[in-house]
């Protein structure tokens, strides 16, 4: 058990489902919300965010600004953002 808690408490791996569960909303909005489908680019920007993180923590490992959280917070506000111009834009 204590291996799944290890697992689940890498900041890769948090950011990394917070990513998969922004793509799968932004997919679900787009597919059975919205009547035409969100483009590449924007459904794309929250894997590029975790890419920013991974950039960021290469190069200031000791910083504040690599503190996971604020990355998957950053992650999850990209796509709420998303969702809510593409409804705002379809209504």
């Known amino acids: 058990m ?3 808690v290890d697992f689940f408490k890498s900041h890769h ?3 990394a489902l917070a990513v998969g569960v922004s793509i799968l909303a932004i ?3 787009s ?3 919205l009547p035409e489908p969100i ?3 924007p459904a794309a920007l929250p894997a590029f965010v975790a890419v920013l993180y991974e950039a960021v923590l290469a190069k200031y ?3 504040k ?6 990355w998957v917070v950053a992650v999850l506000a990209t796509t ?3 969702i809510l111009v593409y409804v705002l834009r379809a209504s």
């Open 2 to 4: 204590s291996k799944i």
């Open 27 to 29: 997919a679900y909005v």
């Open 80 to 82: 709420a953002v998303i």
């Open 65 to 70: 600004l690599s503190t996971a959280w604020y």
């Open 61 to 63: 490992p000791d910083s």
């Open 31 to 33: 597919k059975r919300v």
């Open 39 to 41: 483009g590449k680019l």
């Open 13 to 15: 791996i948090q950011l």
